[in-house]
C-alpha cells in the first residue's frame, strides 16, 4: 500500500483482481496518491484512518459488493467521489449503483481514455462538492454570527455593551414576577449623569460617548450578577436589584454608585468630574408592573435632578402632579408671546472706578397670569429644552434693540445694551443676519448691541463660531463670554474668538474676600483676558468689600446688587437721568 502524503488528489483502488488493480496503478500512480485494497472490508478499514478524493471500487468481489460498500463510503468520507468498475454485460447494475450514489461507472475491459476521462470527471465533481460545501458552512457560520449580532443589537445598546431597554424591561418582569411568588421587593434605579449634556455642548458628542463608555464600565462594578444595570439611552441608565431586604440596601447602594464616580474621568483632550442624580422605585410599594415601577423611578429621577443633580430621591405618590404643573407651565409659556406677557428688565453696568453706567443688561421677565413675575432661572430652561427659546430669544433682541432706540430718541446717554443668546439660538444657521435685520428694523446702530453668550454654547462648536461672531463683529456688534469661568473655556480658542469681554461668573464673585482660591482664579482671568485684550466684567457684586478687591484685581467693570438690581422700565429711567449717571457716590466707595 502506498502512503497518502502529497498535495496530488487520492485514489483508492478497490478490486480483488490483483491485475485490474495494478492496471489502474499504473495508469495514475504519477498523477495521483494512490492505494489498493482486494476488498470492500479491507477499504473499510483503510477509509476509517484515511480519506481520499476518489473511490474506484469493482462491483463484484468476494465479500461485501461494491454496491453495498458505496453508501458505507460516503458514511465514512461524504466527500469522496465513487466510480464502480461493471463488467460490460452488468451495465444495469451499475446504473443501479449509481442510483445508490456512485458518481459513474467504468466499464471493463478498460479503454484507457475513457477510465481517464472518468477518473477526470469524478475528480472535477469531488472539487466542485468540496467548494459547495464550503459554502455552505461558511453561510452557515455567517447565519449563526448575523443572528447573534441581530440578539446582540436588539437587547444590547451598542455604545456600552449593557443590556438595553428591552431587555431590562424583560428581566425586570421576571424579576417582579419572582419577588411576587417569595414575597420580595425589587428596587428601581433610574439613574441620568447630571453633566452629560454640557459634555456634548463642549467637547462634543465623541466626548460624551467615551463618557457614558466609562459610566457604564464604573455603574457595572457597583453591582452584583443578579443585579441589572442597562443603558436607557441618552444620559440615562437604569438599575435593578432583584431582592432588596430594606429601604438601606437601595441607599448604600446610591453611596457605592456616587463613590465609584467619584475619581476623575479621563477623556481624550480632557480631565472631569461627574455626578449622576438617581430615582428609585420599589416593587411593590409603588407599582406592581414593569412600566409603573420605571415610570415612577423616572419621576423621582425628574425631582432629583431638579434639586440641582447629584442627589437622589424615592419616589412617593404626589410625584407626578408635580411633573404635570411642567407641562402646564410649558403650555402657558407657548403662549406667552402672544399674550403680552414677556417683559424686560435692566441690569447697569458699571466702570469700575467712576461707577459711570457703561451699560445696561436686558434680562427677561415673564409675568405670569397665575403665578406672577417668574425669574428666567425658572423658564429658560424650559424654553431650551421645548425650543421655545427661539421665538422668546427673538422677542428679547427685538425689544431690547427697540428699548435702547428709543432711549436714544428720548435724549437719554447713548449706550450698550447686552442682550443673552442661548445655545440653541446660537446654533441658529442664520443668527448673524437675525441679529442685522433686527438692528434695522429697530433703526439701532450694532455700536450699540452686545451679545452675551455663555462659554459652552461657544465652545460646543468652536470653529463654527467663529465665523458667525467675526461677521457679527466686523458689523461693530459686541460680543461679550457670560458666566466665564464654568464652561470649559480652550484658552486657544479663546484667543482666536472675536470677544470684547469676559463677564466673570458670580459664583466667583461671591466668596472673593474670603476665599484666597477665587480671589486667585479672577485674578488669572484679569490677567489673562487683558494679555488678549479683553475688557472684564465682574457680575453679582454685592458689597463694598467685593468692589474694593476687584479694584485690587483690575476688573474693569462690574455689575451687581451693590450698583442696583435689575429693574423694571421706569425705574432704569430714572437711572439713567442725566443727573443720576453716576452711581452710588464713586469717590466714596
Ligand atoms: P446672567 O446673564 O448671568 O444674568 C445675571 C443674573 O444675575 C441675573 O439673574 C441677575 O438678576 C443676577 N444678578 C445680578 N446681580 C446680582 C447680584 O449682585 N447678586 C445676585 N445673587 N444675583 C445678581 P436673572 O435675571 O434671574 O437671570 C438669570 C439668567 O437667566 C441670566 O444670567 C441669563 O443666563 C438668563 N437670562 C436672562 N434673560 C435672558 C434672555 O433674555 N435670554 C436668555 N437666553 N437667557 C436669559
Ligand atoms: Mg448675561
Ligand atoms: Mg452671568
Known amino acids: 500500500m502506498e502512503s497518502v502524503t502529497t498535495n496530488k488528489p487520492g485514489i483508492l483502488v478497490i478490486d480483488d483482481d490483483e491485475h485490474v488493480r495494478e492496471f489502474l496503478l499504473d495508469l495514475f500512480r504519477e498523477a495521483y496518491n494512490c492505494c489498493e485494497v482486494s476488498s470492500a472490508e479491507a477499504a473499510l478499514m483503510v477509509l476509517a484512518q484515511d480519506s481520499f478524493d476518489l473511490v474506484i471500487s469493482d462491483i463484484h468481489m468476494g465479500g461485501m459488493s461494491g454496491l453495498e460498500l458505496v453508501p458505507q463510503v460516503h458514511a465514512l468520507s461524504p466527500d469522496s467521489i465513487v466510480l464502480l468498475v461493471s463488467e460490460q454485460d452488468n451495465i444495469e447494475t451499475a446504473i443501479e449503483a449509481m442510483r445508490g450514489g456512485a458518481f459513474d461507472y467504468i466499464l471493463k475491459p478498460f479503454d484507457i481514455r475513457h477510465v481517464e476521462a472518468a477518473v477526470e470527471r469524478a475528480l472535477k465533481q469531488g472539487l466542485l462538492l468540496a467548494e459547495k460545501r464550503r459554502y455552505k458552512d461558511e453561510l452557515e457560520r455567517l447565519l449563526i454570527e448575523r443572528t447573534a449580532e441581530v440578539d446582540r443589537l436588539a437587547y444590547y445598546d451598542t455604545l456600552t455593551s449593557l443590556p438595553n431597554r428591552a431587555l431590562f424591561e424583560d428581566r425586570l418582569t421576571q424579576a417582579v414576577a419572582l419577588a411576587q411568588r417569595a414575597d420580595k421587593r425589587v428596587a428601581v434605579f433610574f439613574i441620568a449623569l447630571d453633566q452629560l449634556k454640557?459634555?456634548?455642548?463642549t467637547l462634543g458628542h465623541l466626548a460624551g460617548d467615551q463618557l457614558m463608555q466609562q459610566v457604564a464600565v464604573r455603574l457595572k462594578g457597583c453591582v452584583t450578577e443578579s443585579d441589572t444595570v442597562a443603558r436607557f439611552g441618552g444620559d440615562q441608565f437604569v438599575l435593578m436589584l432583584p431582592e432588596i431586604k430594606s429601604t438601606k440596601d437601595a441607599v448604600d447602594l446610591i453611596a457605592s454608585i456616587q463613590?465609584?464616580?467619584?475619581?476623575s474621568f479621563h477623556l481624550d483632550r480632557q480631565e472631569l468630574?461627574?455626578?449622576?442624580?438617581?430615582?428609585?422605585?420599589f416593587y411593590p410599594d409603588d407599582g406592581k408592573e414593569t412600566s409603573s415601577l420605571v415610570k415612577n423611578a423616572g419621576a423621582a429621577l425628574y425631582r432629583a435632578k431638579k434639586s440641582g443633580g447629584n442627589e437622589y430621591r424615592f419616589y412617593t405618590a404626589d410625584m407626578h402632579a408635580k411633573t404635570s404643573k411642567r407641562f402646564e407651565l410649558e403650555t402657558s409659556l407657548r403662549h406667552a408671546i402672544d399674550n403680552h406677557e414677556l417683559l424686560l428688565h435692566y441690569q447697569p453696568r458699571v466702570a469700575i472706578d467712576s461707577l459711570r453706567i457703561v451699560g445696561l443688561e436686558?434680562?427677561?421677565r415673564w409675568k405670569h397670569?397665575?403665578?406672577?413675575?417668574?425669574?428666567?432661572?425658572?423658564?429658560?430652561?424650559?424654553?431650551?429644552?421645548?425650543?421655545?427659546?427661539l421665538p422668546i430669544g427673538e422677542w428679547v433682541l427685538r425689544a431690547a434693540c427697540r428699548q435702547n432706540r428709543e432711549w436714544q430718541d428720548k435724549g437719554f446717554a447713548r449706550m450698550r445694551i447686552g442682550v443673552n443668546i442661548s445655545a440653541l439660538q446660537f446654533q441658529q444657521q442664520h443668527l448673524a443676519e437675525t441679529v442685522m435685520r433686527i438692528l434695522k428694523e429697530a433703526e439701532l446702530g450694532p455700536e450699540f448691541l452686545e451679545l452675551e453668550l455663555t462659554e459652552s454654547s461657544i465652545m460646543s462648536n468652536a470653529e463654527a463660531t467663529i465665523d458667525v461672531l467675526t461677521k457679527l463683529q466686523t458689523k461693530g456688534v459686541a460680543i461679550s463670554v457670560d458666566d466665564f469661568g464654568t464652561g470649559f473655556s480652550s484658552l486657544s480658542y479663546l484667543k482666536r474668538l472675536p470677544i470684547d469681554s469676559l463677564k466673570?461668573?458670580?459664583?466667583?464673585?461671591?466668596?472673593?474676600?474670603?476665599?484666597?482660591?477665587?480671589?486667585?482664579?479672577?485674578?488669572?482671568?484679569?490677567?489673562?483676558?487683558h494679555t488678549l485684550r479683553l475688557r472684564v466684567v465682574a457680575e453679582g457684586v454685592e458689597n463694598q468689600e467685593q468692589l474694593r478687591f476687584l479694584r485690587l484685581l483690575r476688573c474693569d467693570e462690574i455689575q451687581g446688587y451693590f450698583i442696583s438690581k435689575p429693574l423694571p422700565l421706569e425705574g432704569i429711567e430714572q437711572l439713567l437721568a442725566p443727573t443720576n449717571l453716576l452711581l452710588p457716590d464713586a469717590e466714596h466707595v
Open 362 to 364: 436686558a434680562l427677561v
Open 259 to 263: 463613590e465609584a464616580l467619584n475619581p
Open 504 to 529: 466673570v461668573d458670580q459664583s466667583f464673585v461671591r466668596e472673593l474676600a474670603t476665599d484666597p482660591d477665587d480671589a486667585a482664579l479672577v485674578m488669572a482671568i484679569v490677567s489673562l483676558a
Open 369 to 389: 397670569p397665575q403665578l406672577g413675575l417668574v425669574s428666567p432661572g425658572d423658564f429658560i430652561p424650559l424654553a431650551e429644552e421645548t425650543g421655545l427659546i
Open 198 to 201: 454640557k459634555v456634548n455642548d
Open 273 to 281: 468630574f461627574a455626578t449622576a442624580s438617581v430615582g428609585v422605585s
